[in-house]
């Protein structure tokens, strides 16, 4: 049987493990556990090495603003895209209307500590070491970044280093394939747990913001995402989405798109083929500052919370919410809700009570897992669409079938 097959396979029958017998899925926990720490394991290895390799292999500058541009701004656009579907939603659907909570006398305000310079002064790692040891991607992201330069710019002397980083990353590549061997298992485990926790008594309140949200993230992902591959890149949105099915099972049971970049990576480079140095760039900024899913959460939340305390917004609001909103998505971490609370943000923007939060926690996870998966997918559209307007993606690679066994051989070829 071909691993995606298996992979859903495991996702299924684990929400039907955990419905039926829930009281039996924190056995299976453990499996669960061990498959993220193993992908969590493969990240910053893999990142820094790929990148760095990625890096060298653009020696020139101009090609690397360039493309820094161009993801960002994509990213930027895909992400108001998202929000704006988000409150779109949230208006039609009303799916707060009617639960009349009573505002708290006194909505416990907490302001976030970090400023935008503090954010951008943070970017440079001040001890590599630790930024390694923390896990911190962006300021990995910038180290290999600078190395990769000053690589370049030595020349010959800075060969072996280079070559050093090209064998350890394909190293870490053999380690991500080794490791979705295990995806099953842990997909598996990971959705019985979750199912146990939630119940059918547990959704129904809330059933309204839950359909909200897969709404909108059904809508993002087919007319965004999917329309953009077919419209501006050309190319078919059913093989791209085929060709990344592994990492969105991934991201939808593990709800970290940070945590799934291994498997994305692996993904966009052996399904879609977009080119090492493109993915190897693309790809960790994306899972760090690019989360379309969680935007678009943020905005149905926050509409969620003003209707269910019966608060009207004004216009001037919504632009609020979209502009924190866009804010708060960049500074998410890709990991489990990050989004819940990042969207303290928001609500404090335009004085919505802080408490709303505590009424959507208790369905975050089911929220977290869809969000998650649409982020993936928006840093996948990105990635494809830069690397054809860099004329790095290979369409022959991008066209066959990756669900055909022989995929594999011919990606190698
Ligand atoms: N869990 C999301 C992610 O990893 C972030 C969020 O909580 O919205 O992409």
Redesign the pocket.
């Given at each position: 049987m071909k691993l995606w097959v298996k992979i859903i396979l495991g996702l299924i029958l684990g929400v039907i493990f955990g419905t039926l017998a829930p009281q039996y899925a924190g056995y299976v926990k453990p499996v669960g556990d061990l498959f993220i720490n193993s992908i969590k394991m493969l990240i910053v290895p893999l990142i820094f090495s790929s990148l760095l390799v990625g890096v060298t292999g653009m020696d020139d500058i101009k090609k690397m603003g360039r493309v820094g541009l161009k993801t960002f701004s994509l990213y930027l656009a895909t992400t108001a895209f998202a929000i704006t579907i988000g409150l779109a939603i949230g208006t039609i659907l009303q799916p707060g209307a009617g639960l009349d909570y009573q505002v708290p006398a006194k909505s416990a305000i907490t302001q976030s500590s970090s400023t935008f310079s503090a954010t951008i002064v943070n970017l440079i790692p001040k001890n590599p070491i630790q930024a390694m040891a923390e896990g911190n991607v962006l300021q990995i992201i910038i180290f290999a970044i600078l190395i990769g330069i000053s690589l370049n710019l030595i020349g010959k002397k800075g060969r072996p280093v280079i070559d050093f980083f090209d064998s350890f990353a394909e190293g870490m590549y053999k380690l991500t394939a080794l490791v979705m061997e295990m995806a099953p298992y842990g997909v598996f485990a990971l959705m019985a747990f979750v199912s146990s926790k939630y119940g059918l008594s547990v959704l129904l309140p809330l059933g309204k913001v839950v359909i909200g949200v897969y709404l909108g993230c059904l809508v993002h992902a087919t007319v965004t995402l999917a329309g953009s591959i077919a419209f501006i890149a050309r190319l078919s949105p059913v093989k791209f989405l085929k060709g990344i099915i592994d990492a969105l099972a991934v991201a939808y049971s593990t709800?970290?798109?940070?945590g799934t970049l291994p498997i994305t990576i692996r993904c966009a480079r052996k399904n879609l083929g977009v080119s090492d140095n493109i993915s190897s760039f693309v790809l960790p900024l994306g899972a760090t500052i690019n989360?379309d899913?969680?935007a678009m959460?943020q905005g149905v939340a926050a509409l969620f919370i003003a209707q269910a305390y019966n608060i009207d917004l004004t216009f001037a609001n919504y632009v609020t919410i979209i502009a924190t909103s866009t804010l708060a998505s960049i500074g998410?971490?890709?990991?489990?809700?990050?989004?819940?609370i990042m969207l303290t943000l928001v609500l404090n923007s335009v004085g919505l009570p802080v408490e709303g939060i505590a009424i959507i926690a208790g369905v975050d996870r089911i929220l977290?897992m869809a969000?998650?998966t649409v982020?993936v997918i928006g840093d996948c559209m990105v990635t494809v669409l830069v690397a054809k307007g860099e004329g790095e993606l290979n369409e022959d690679i991008f066209n066959l079938d990756p669900t055909n066994p022989d995929l594999s051989k011919a990606a190698k070829a």
């Open positions: 709800a970290s798109s940070s989360m899913g969680t959460y998410s971490a890709g990991v489990p809700g990050a989004g819940l977290d969000r998650t982020n």
